[in-house]
């Protein structure tokens, strides 16, 4: 029956994508030396980098110094018999001073540091942005945005989040140095009977860090596959709705999002089993230092400053571990995240400029293909031994099925991808052999799908020249018939386009992304189905001035509705990857070719319809 | 009934959300701020049994941390007694000091144990607050309806749904519990150390005051920058998403350096915020340490005074340094939590904003299911307006129509004339501002939403494809589908051959969007999807154009043999593909200047006819691409 969904099968949906591995992405960059890399980021900073470390060994040393005063003060001030007039208040004093160098010490390498890292996680996204503009489409195609931008964005917080978390667990580190120093020198055996419960930590960590760590990036992956169906929710909500899958999607989402759930309490349960094992071992040094270090103090061995300082010290050796125990999963985020961040810069780039590539100054619109075979997976050509060129001036229409190759053409010619084999040439030049900068400056083109980027109507249309004036914008708009809906508009070009441009028509879109090629004012324009969202009439207004437009020009034309291809010079029409026909619409008539089929059928109904 | 006017309650500003102006936000921001963390925290409440063992576990840790000094003390002064008395009787003065080891090692063990608890269950309590609010989020963003969607932008919702929600989540496990942990940590220091001496309890506890006082100014500055930070990333999400999206266009026109001249200027201004908040947050942290220091110096001075005037032991100085020292951490940590508070409040007003707003297309209490009987749909003097900045733009004007089981329905019309927006009506996907549409003379507005959906399918302009398989993106309506009718409804709309011919059929993923298929296949696919779900009314707006004419027709044909039992609307810049519908409207500018038959059309010699003629002519009397040049 109509509408009523019969539940016999079983169920053919998913939320989210179903490769929960990043790594079939983008391939193992990991190279062990993650650490060394990212200080080669902080190199612009080095002065303030010396300066930030020099004042971090201050603000440790001041650390360790607060205890010695306090030690000095006990053995040289209140213990009896001792009593020495006048120590005390210098000792108060100098632990005031001591407090002010470490506040300025604290502040100085913190804020540094902190400005250091800033820097460097604004350019590692730049870097990663800029490497994006760069990698060929074969690798954007095959990569869900989700994918990068969970990268771009998610990947550089974590670390920023570790960073405003954790960076003072880093000096705590340099520290946990200066303890052990301070605790050798005061005594070298209680320091050694202290300290010997240490390697027990190290056993402990052993056995538990595998565990935990696999726990962590399972807790990361669900997290990044519940996102990645936020996501695409987000993304095809007005299918989601129009097809009414709103319950079935919240239940498989409820799926995703309780497994992330119980990962994620796996993963906290694993932070926090050393919690206690670190808290014993510090309760363990103090019991030594009391019972060990107290007897000693009894027989006179041990000033008993030495014996209050060790606690202290002890008390402070073990803060920065069990802050770091108690930030692991930050650290741990951080780790991967650093990782994933090279992984994005380290994807090779396949498509670009050759070491001596040509900058292409002039270019007389000739384009040419020669044996051109290509395809976008491995053994299946999608183009096959194509031949075929467009002389200067020329305008070419190609038509043919849909799916037969007519975009992935245009896509050749702007060098998205390489081909396999047989040669792309512009203007007399391999495309492999001049820069893809100059090759996009003689090459225009309206693509199939109109995108729009959010911005005003007058951003969109002078993209390629930004500094174009209102008048080239205007004219363009005016050629393509977008002027007078543009106008229309409350704040006519200054108007806000949301995103992908939602708040226009499909039509429009064509015509504001046909306004876009013109304002780029190329040498050859490419026009894919670039009016197959508007109706004829306009078309015709279009095409009248396209023909001003194309004067001097190479046009590449496409098109399934025959109208729009009227007048052009030549025609090639193209079936599976393959030049079936070849000529004038007359040459191609007599043929009775598909060409003439399609004809046709173009007009055929009408005739059904009237007879 | 219908709702009223929910157009104007649209706000303005440009990203959709947030109406008001940061500042305006921020003044009356403090009320709101608490009511938003305390619905957190009764969120966290909710969980009544992890909550309950996360604060006894918070209490009990502090406390026994706090008697940890006092072992200490004794065990210092035992020592010192030991080193006064000389030798005589010491194994009762060793005793002693092993029952202060054996206290300590017990009293960490313990307070070990229960931190692990504390911590545990409050990042539990968290993780679960986290998982309702996702999926009240998704469940949202499916419900809200086209109006909201249009305006939000994508790159938006997304860092609401994922980094503002960890905000929130966070909140309870570095927010409260923290906060709970330091406020018995003092109080139980001040209790336990005021027994011993009053003057050093308050020198002691000097720099508490300070530093609330330092962190709360602290809290408020991090909060505005979070706010600022927050606009800022979003600015650039988008800007990055878009380019990513838009790939082919920003290649295309090598915009590569004009992408990057954005992306700079738009980093400049999240490094500034960002350093900005280094700034805030390292002043505060740094002097909060500073005072607490000071505080120290003090109670060394004061304290050894009294040491030496014999008013306290040696013992008591010590145990008051180290409550000092355990002290320290949190008070260290206390630049944590107040980020904490300041982006738990930030990121819950944004996250909230969402999940507490109420879709403009609702189902009315009583909704009934749709029954579809003879399936006619009835636009009645139809009219309805978009907002655009705030004014209403009418884009549909006093539209009647009916089309029965059956029966085609064509529209043409230019671009922007409101074709589209008339199949967005049919299925309630916007609410019409005046005039009725009825489905079997049942008024869509009181009828189940999910109903009138299921019967009323729109094969959209722009198709989106799921970043899922053939199969999968096929069944996308109607999920329990066998593999037949995925078969039939792919062979009906001419996409079998090219799926076949694939070597994973009908289990290929059609990559993002569905680049990996042409513009054609995308069409053909998305009317697959359509017929699956075998609805009672269906409406291909525009989805052949992409689609060469033998292949249409095929399509056409296919279609027509299930036909006579379903609506169907055809919207189509191609004349060949409505001119047989039974009755055809041309729209322009909203409202409907012709109608008829085709034949009805051609005789009134209007706009149709004109379309008609450039359609049929074969490019004679067109113009030439090429001034000049002979027509081809
Ligand atoms: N990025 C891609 N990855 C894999 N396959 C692709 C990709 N783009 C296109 N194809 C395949 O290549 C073939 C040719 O596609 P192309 O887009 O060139 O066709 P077209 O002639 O433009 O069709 P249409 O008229 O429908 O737009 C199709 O079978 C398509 O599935
Ligand atoms: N979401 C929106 N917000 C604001 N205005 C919109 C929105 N969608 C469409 N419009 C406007 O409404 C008018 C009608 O748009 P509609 O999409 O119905 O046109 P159409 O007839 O389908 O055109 P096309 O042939 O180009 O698809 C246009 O002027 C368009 O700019
Ligand atoms: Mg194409
Ligand atoms: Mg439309």
């Given at each position: 029956m109509n509408g009523v969904i019969k539940k016999s099968s079983p169920l053919k949906a998913v939320v989210g994508s179903q490769v929960s591995q990043d790594e079939e992405m983008f391939g193992r960059a990991f190279d062990g030396r993650v650490i060394r890399r990212f200080l080669s980021y902080c190199k612009p900073h080095t002065t303030m980098l010396l300066t930030a470390i020099l004042s971090v060994l201050i603000f440790t040393s001041t650390q360790i110094a607060f205890p010695l005063v306090i030690l000095y003060a006990i053995d040289n001030a209140l213990v009896k018999g001792k009593l020495n007039e006048g120590v005390l208040e210098i000792c108060a004093m100098i632990f005031c001073m001591l407090a002010l160098v470490n506040y300025a010490s604290n502040y100085y390498q913190e804020s540094t540091v902190g400005k250091i890292a800033e820097g460097v996680l604004v350019?590692?996204?730049?870097?990663?942005?800029?490497?994006?503009?760069?990698?060929?489409?074969?690798?954007?195609?095959?990569?869900?945005?989700?994918?990068?931008?969970?990268?771009?964005?998610?990947?550089?917080?974590?670390?920023?989040?570790?960073?405003?978390?954790?960076?003072?667990?880093?000096?705590?580190?340099?520290?946990?140095?200066?303890?052990?120093?301070?605790?050798?020198?005061?005594?070298?055996?209680?320091?050694?009977?202290?300290?010997?419960?240490?390697?027990?930590?190290?056993?402990?960590?052993?056995?538990?860090?595998?565990?935990?760590?696999?726990?962590?990036?399972?807790?990361?992956?669900?997290?990044?596959?519940?996102?990645?169906?936020?996501?695409?929710?987000?993304h095809g909500v007005k299918t989601v709705q129009g097809m009414v899958r709103e319950d079935v999607n919240s239940e498989l989402y409820n799926k995703r999002a309780k497994q992330n759930l119980l990962a994620h309490l796996r993963a906290a349960k694993f932070a926090q089993v050393n919690v206690p094992i670190v808290d014993t071992l510090t309760g363990t040094a103090m019991a030594i230092i009391i019972v060990v270090g107290g007897q000693q103090v009894l027989r006179s061995n041990l000033d008993l400053g030495v014996m209050v300082a060790f606690i202290f010290y002890v008390q402070r050796f073990f803060d920065p571990i069990r802050s770091l125990t108690l930030q692991y999963s930050f650290m741990q985020r951080a780790m991967v995240s650093g990782q994933r961040i090279l992984e994005v810069l380290d994807v090779p780039i396949d498509v670009a400029d050759k070491r001596d590539a040509i900058k292409m100054e002039k270019c007389d619109g000739t384009v040419e293909f020669s044996n051109v075979t290509f395809g976008y997976e491995p053994e299946l050509p999608i183009l096959k031994k194509l031949n075929f060129r467009i002389n200067s001036g020329e305008t070419l229409a190609l038509v043919g099925p849909t799916g037969s190759g007519k975009t992935s053409i245009t896509a050749l010619i702007n060098r998205f991808y390489d081909v396999w084999e047989g040669s792309v040439s512009i203007g007399g030049y391999d495309v492999r052999d001049i820069t893809q900068q100059s090759l996009g400056d003689h090459v225009a083109m309206v693509l199939q799908e109109p995108f729009l980027f959010t911005g005003t109507i007058l951003e969109n249309i002078r993209y390629?020249?930004?500094?174009?004036?209102?008048?080239?914008?205007?004219?363009?708009?005016?050629?393509?018939?977008?002027?007078?809906?543009?106008?229309?508009?409350?704040?006519?070009?200054?108007?806000?386009?949301?995103?992908?441009?939602?708040?226009?028509?499909?039509?429009?879109?064509?015509?504001?992304?046909?306004?876009?090629?013109?304002?780029?004012?190329?040498?050859?324009?490419?026009?894919?189905?670039a009016t197959a969202s508007i109706d004829s009439y306009t078309e015709l207004k279009i095409q009248r001035a396209l023909a001003v437009l194309l004067e001097g020009r190479t046009g590449l034309v496409i098109a399934h509705r025959l109208?729009?291809?009227?007048?052009?010079?030549?025609?090639?029409?193209?079936?599976?990857?393959?030049?079936?026909?070849?000529?004038?619409?007359?040459?191609?008539?007599?043929?009775?070719?598909?060409?003439?089929?399609?004809?046709?059928?173009?007009?055929?109904?009408?005739?059904?319809?009237?007879? | 009934m219908t709702k009223v006017d929910t157009h104007n309650s649209i706000p303005e500003k440009h990203d959709g959300l947030s109406t008001e102006s940061r500042s305006d936000q921020f003044s009356k921001g403090n009320k709101l701020e608490l009511k938003l963390l305390l619905r957190i925290i009764k969120m966290g409440f909710a969980h009544r049994y992890r909550m309950v063992i996360a604060i006894l576990a918070t209490a009990g840790a502090s406390i026994f941390q706090l008697f940890i000094p006092r072992y200490v003390g004794d065990a210092v002064d035992n020592a010192q007694g030991l080193l006064a008395l000389n030798n005589s009787a010491t194994t009762n003065a060793e005793e002693a000091l092993f029952f202060a080891a054996f206290m300590i090692v017990t009293l960490s063990v313990a307070r070990g144990l229960l931190t692990m608890l504390q911590n545990y269950h409050g990042e539990a309590i968290g993780h679960c607050i986290g998982y309702e609010l996702?999926?009240?989020?998704?469940?949202?963003?499916?419900?809200?309806?086209?109006?909201?969607?249009?305006?939000?932008?994508?790159?938006?919702?997304?860092?609401?749904?994922?980094?503002?929600?960890e905000g929130v989540r966070m909140f309870i496990s570095t927010g409260v519990v923290?906060?709970?942990?330091?406020?018995?940590?003092?109080?139980?220091?001040?209790?336990?150390?005021?027994?011993?001496?009053?003057?050093?309890?308050?020198?002691?506890?000097?720099?508490?005051?300070?530093?609330?006082?330092?962190?709360?100014?602290?809290?408020l500055r991090l909060r505005w920058l979070w706010l600022l930070m927050q606009d800022r990333l979003g600015v650039i999400t988008r800007l990055m998403e878009e380019n990513l999206n838009g790939i082919r266009v920003v290649r295309a026109f090598t915009a590569e350096k004009y992408e990057l001249k954005k992306f700079d200027i738009a980093s400049a201004?999240?490094?500034?915020?960002?350093?900005?908040?280094?700034?805030?947050?390292?002043?505060?942290?740094?002097?909060?340490?500073?005072?607490?220091?000071?505080?120290?110096?003090?109670?060394?001075?004061?304290?050894?005074?009294?040491?030496?005037?014999?008013?306290?032991?040696?013992?008591?100085?010590a145990e008051f340094l180290a409550f000092m020292t355990i002290l320290q951490m949190p008070v260290r940590q206390i630049g944590m939590l107040v980020n904490s508070f300041a982006r738990a409040s930030t990121c819950g007003s944004r996250l909230f904003e969402i999940i507490d707003r109420v879709p403009n297309v609702y189902d009315t209490p009583n909704a009934s299911e749709l029954t579809i009987g003879e399936g006619t749909l009835k636009f009645e003097n139809v009219s309805f307006s978009f907002t655009k900045d705030n004014r209403k733009v009418e884009v549909l004007r006093n539209i009647n129509f009916?089309?029965?089981?059956?029966?085609?329905?064509?529209?043409?019309?230019?671009?922007?004339?409101?074709?589209?927006?008339?199949?967005?009506?049919?299925?309630?996907?916007?609410?019409?501002?005046?005039?009725?549409?009825?489905?079997?003379?049942?008024?869509?507005?009181?009828?189940?939403?999910?109903?009138?959906?299921?019967?009323?399918?729109?094969?959209?302009?722009?198709?989106?494809?799921?970043?899922?398989?053939?199969?999968?993106?096929?069944?996308?309506?109607?999920?329990?589908?066998?593999?037949?009718?995925?078969?039939?409804?792919?062979?009906?709309?001419?996409?079998?051959?090219?799926?076949?011919?694939?070597?994973?059929?009908?289990?290929?993923?059609?990559?993002?969007?569905?680049?990996?298929?042409?513009?054609?296949?995308?069409?053909?696919?998305?009317?697959?999807?359509?017929?699956?779900?075998?609805?009672?009314?269906?409406?291909?707006?525009?989805?052949?154009?992409?689609?060469?004419?033998?292949?249409?027709?095929?399509?056409?044909?296919?279609?027509?043999?299930?036909?006579?039992?379903?609506?169907?609307?055809?919207?189509?810049?191609?004349?060949?593909?409505?001119?047989?519908?039974?009755?055809?409207?041309?729209?322009?500018?909203?409202?409907?200047?012709?109608?008829?038959?085709?034949?009805?059309?051609?005789?009134?010699?209007?706009?149709?006819?004109?379309?008609?003629?450039?359609?049929?002519?074969?490019?004679?009397?067109?113009?030439?691409?090429?001034?000049?040049?002979?027509?081809?």
């Open positions: 350019k590692l996204r730049r870097d990663m942005f800029g490497h994006l503009q760069r990698v060929s489409l074969s690798f954007m195609d095959r990569t869900e945005v989700g994918r990068l931008m969970s990268r771009l964005q998610g990947d550089v917080n974590a670390l920023q989040e570790f960073l405003e978390t954790s960076v003072f667990a880093i000096g705590d580190l340099v520290l946990l140095f200066g303890i052990v120093t301070a605790l050798f020198v005061l005594n070298v055996e209680l320091a050694l009977l202290t300290l010997s419960i240490v390697p027990l930590l190290f056993i402990v960590r052993f056995i538990w860090l595998p565990r935990a760590r696999a726990a962590f990036i399972k807790a990361r992956e669900a997290n990044s596959l519940a996102n990645g169906a936020l996501a695409e929710a987000i390629k020249k930004a500094n174009s004036d209102l008048n080239a914008v205007v004219s363009a708009s005016k050629a393509v018939g977008a002027h007078d809906f543009i106008e229309a508009l409350p704040n006519g070009y200054e108007t806000i386009l949301e995103q992908r441009g939602a708040n226009l028509s499909l039509g429009q879109r064509q015509l504001i992304s046909f306004a876009r090629a013109i304002v780029a004012d190329a040498k050859i324009l490419i026009l894919d189905e109208a729009t291809i009227r007048g052009c010079d030549r025609i090639i029409v193209l079936n599976k990857g393959e030049i079936l026909e070849e000529g004038t619409h007359e040459e191609l008539q007599k043929n009775e070719g598909l060409y003439a089929r399609l004809y046709k059928l173009n007009y055929a109904s009408f005739d059904d319809a009237s007879t | 996702r999926v009240a989020f998704y469940d949202k963003i499916q419900k809200l309806s086209f109006d909201f969607h249009d305006k939000v932008h994508t790159g938006d919702l997304i860092t609401r749904g994922m980094l503002d929600l923290r906060l709970a942990m330091l406020i018995v940590l003092v109080g139980g220091a001040t209790a336990l150390m005021i027994t011993n001496d009053i003057l050093l309890t308050f020198l002691a506890l000097s720099f508490v005051p300070f530093v609330a006082w330092k962190s709360s100014a602290a809290r201004n999240i490094l500034q915020t960002a350093i900005n908040r280094v700034k805030v947050r390292v002043g505060s942290t740094t002097v909060m340490s500073f005072s607490f220091f000071l505080a120290m110096g003090f109670v060394l001075w004061i304290g050894g005074q009294k040491v030496i005037n014999d008013e306290i032991s040696v013992g008591k100085l009916s089309v029965g089981a059956g029966e085609t329905l064509g529209i043409v019309g230019p671009p922007g004339s409101g074709k589209s927006t008339v199949a967005q009506l049919a299925p309630r996907f916007y609410d019409v501002d005046s005039g009725t549409i009825y489905i079997n003379d049942q008024d869509i507005r009181e009828i189940s939403i999910e109903s009138l959906r299921r019967f009323v399918c729109v094969i959209q302009q722009d198709s989106f494809l799921f970043t899922a398989s053939i199969e999968n993106n096929t069944a996308y309506g109607n999920p329990w589908v066998d593999d037949d009718e995925i078969l039939s409804a792919n062979q009906a709309s001419q996409f079998h051959e090219h799926v076949d011919q694939l070597p994973l059929k009908y289990k290929t993923l059609v990559g993002e969007r569905g680049v990996s298929l042409s513009g054609g296949q995308r069409q053909r696919l998305s009317i697959a999807r359509g017929l699956v779900t075998e609805p009672a009314i269906i409406i291909f707006d525009d989805s052949t154009a992409s689609i060469d004419a033998v292949t249409e027709r095929l399509i056409r044909k296919n279609l027509d043999e299930s036909s006579h039992t379903r609506g169907t609307i055809i919207i189509s810049h191609r004349l060949t593909s409505l001119m047989h519908a039974k009755e055809i409207l041309f729209v322009d500018k909203g409202e409907i200047i012709e109608r008829g038959s085709h034949e009805q059309l051609i005789s009134l010699k209007g706009k149709y006819f004109e379309l008609y003629q450039l359609q049929t002519r074969s490019g004679s009397n067109g113009v030439s691409l090429k001034k000049g040049r002979a027509d081809c």
